[in-house]
């Protein structure tokens, strides 16, 4: 019997996939899609590295987002929903605790910005999020 390998980062591989080429409605959608079922995982208690992988993003293209006028006064609260989520990664336990109201914030507020902002602003949020990474695993390397 065939057994399915599991890709751990397939969330964030689709996000990246699809942040190089041109960005449309349905793949907007999409991104909004696997930020809630992400979200959702974790609130069942079964979120996983993906999921987590795939909130960090959806929080890394809010906070560029709010930096280039959608929505900014909500930034204070995604940055509270990044630093959240990377106390979930520390502990490893993938699951969200007493982080889920500052988490669930930054989120909420990451899908109105997407339901407000212009195309050419999330495409130009999520070029900037690639160059950061980008940018920083450079930084990391030496």
Known sequence: MNKLKINRFAGLDLLNR???AK???????EIC???RASMLAFKAGCGTEQHWSSLAYC???AMVLAELGVMPEGLSAIEGGQDALEIVRNIGAWQLGSHAFVINSAVN??????S????QQ????????LK?????RRGCRG
């Not at 999330?122 to 999020?129: G, L, N, R, T």
């Not at 950061?132 to 920083?136: A, D, I, V």
Request: hydrophobic letters at 50%; a positive charge; one cysteine or more.
């Open 33 to 35: 899609l696997v930020c």
């Open 132 to 136: 950061r990474n980008e940018q920083t």
């Open 23 to 29: 960005v449309d409605n349905a793949q907007i959608v």
């Open 59 to 61: 929080m890394n293209v």
């Open 18 to 20: 699809r942040s190089k």
């Open 122 to 129: 999330v495409v130009k949020a999520i070029i900037e999020v």
């Open 116 to 119: 407000v902002a212009k195309n």
């Open 109 to 114: 507020i990451f899908l109105k910005q997407i």
